[in-house]
């Protein structure tokens, strides 16, 4: 069985200040690694995803993520928050069952950037 | 790259009528497809995923159903909704068979039982 954890349900950052979303996760095998964006009432956009190389992983609107395999970590980063990136995050894994490359996601962790 | 829509954005219902949602994509063929539900604005319950047409794998026993009448249209229905069946669906698709490939989202559909 695959999960992934978000342990905080809410962060907040001063607009400017670096901000990281936390995310660990259990799978066996090689994961496949995923950050997504949700607005309110809409659907959900894809930020970043590691599947192999580099441990640290760029995406869109500047976020980057970092894998780590022995802490089973991949945190959501960014140098400098922005109030428009309030939001709320999912980070997600995939396995491959039986064709189907079932995507679990985490509860989600509202990020709230503040003036 | 794959465009999904979904219809109606928002619905309100009373309990015990019928629901069907519908979600069609465009762009790729022969996607996986999936059915997410999100309750109170948090966490993605998979409720349906289908790897290709007539077949479909049930994550959760409910009061939902999901069918797959062609390769790019993924359905889903209640004969009678509950109170509980209230929430924000979401149809997701990904490409078969390329590795490493995320998941794209409709915009999903807003559902009040009433």
């Known amino acids: 069985a695959q999960s992934v954890a978000q342990p905080e349900d809410q962060v907040n950052v001063a607009e400017g200040n670096p901000l990281t979303v936390k995310c660990t996760y259990s799978?066996?095998?090689?994961?496949?690694l995923f950050w997504y964006v949700q607005y309110p009432n809409r659907g959900l956009q894809f930020l970043l995803k590691?599947?192999?190389?580099?441990?640290l992983v760029k995406g869109s609107y500047g976020f980057e993520a970092e894998f780590n395999k022995s802490q089973t970590s991949f945190h959501l980063k960014k140098p400098s928050a922005l109030v428009s990136d309030s939001a709320l995050y999912f980070c997600?894994?995939?396995?491959?069952?039986?064709?189907?490359?079932?995507?679990?996601f985490g509860t989600g962790t509202q990020l709230k950037v503040e003036l | 790259s794959q465009t999904i829509h979904q219809w109606p954005a928002t619905l309100v219902q009373p309990v015990g009528s019928p629901l069907s949602l519908e979600c069609t994509v465009e762009?790729?063929?022969?996607?996986?497809l999936y059915w997410y539900r999100q309750a109170a604005g948090r966490g993605l319950q998979l409720l349906f995923y289908?790897?290709?047409?007539?077949?479909i794998s049930s994550e959760v026993p409910q009061n939902l159903s999901a069918s797959r009448p062609q390769d790019r249209q993924f359905i889903l229905s209640s004969k009678k909704l509950l109170l509980s069946d209230s929430g924000f669906y979401l149809c997701?698709?990904?490409?078969?068979?390329?590795?490493?490939?995320?998941?794209?989202f409709g915009q999903g559909t807003r559902l009040t039982v009433v």
């Open positions: 997600a894994v995939r396995s491959y069952t039986g064709g189907g490359n079932k995507l679990t």
């Open positions: 799978v066996s095998g090689n994961p496949y």
């Open positions: 590691y599947i192999t190389g580099d441990n």
């Open positions: 762009g790729t063929s022969n996607p996986n």
């Open positions: 289908s790897v290709g047409i007539g077949q």
């Open positions: 997701a698709c990904s490409i078969r068979g390329a590795t490493g490939t995320e998941a794209f």
